[in-house]
């Protein structure tokens, strides 16, 4: 969750600084994380993405609420 907020700031920072579009996809997000996942799937369609990490799954979304930075939050609950 940490790597996809920091990735996400970092996108988030680029865009303004180089007048780009603030509206932007998991994709861009994800182009910004450098890791070792043992699988990623995400839709840029709902903003969804799916990470399998150590034998664990991930569900995040992103969100945008008005003017300004998208969030990201867990969507769904990891297996315990």
């Known amino acids: 969750m940490g790597s996809l907020r920091t990735a996400n700031q ?3 920072g680029k865009r303004i600084l180089t007048n780009q579009p603030l509206v932007y996809t998991m994709g861009a997000i994800l182009a910004n ?3 070792s996942w043992e699988h990623i799937n995400y839709s840029n369609q709902d903003m969804k993405i799916h ?3 150590s034998g ?3 569900w995040y979304t992103m969100e ?3 003017s300004g930075m998208p969030t ?3 969507w769904k609950h ?3």
């Open 10 to 12: 970092l996108e988030y």
């Open 33 to 35: 994380v450098k890791t």
């Open 51 to 53: 990470i399998r990490f």
């Open 56 to 58: 664990y799954n991930y």
């Open 64 to 66: 945008y609420s008005g």
């Open 72 to 74: 990201i939050s867990e």
């Open 78 to 80: 990891p297996e315990w």
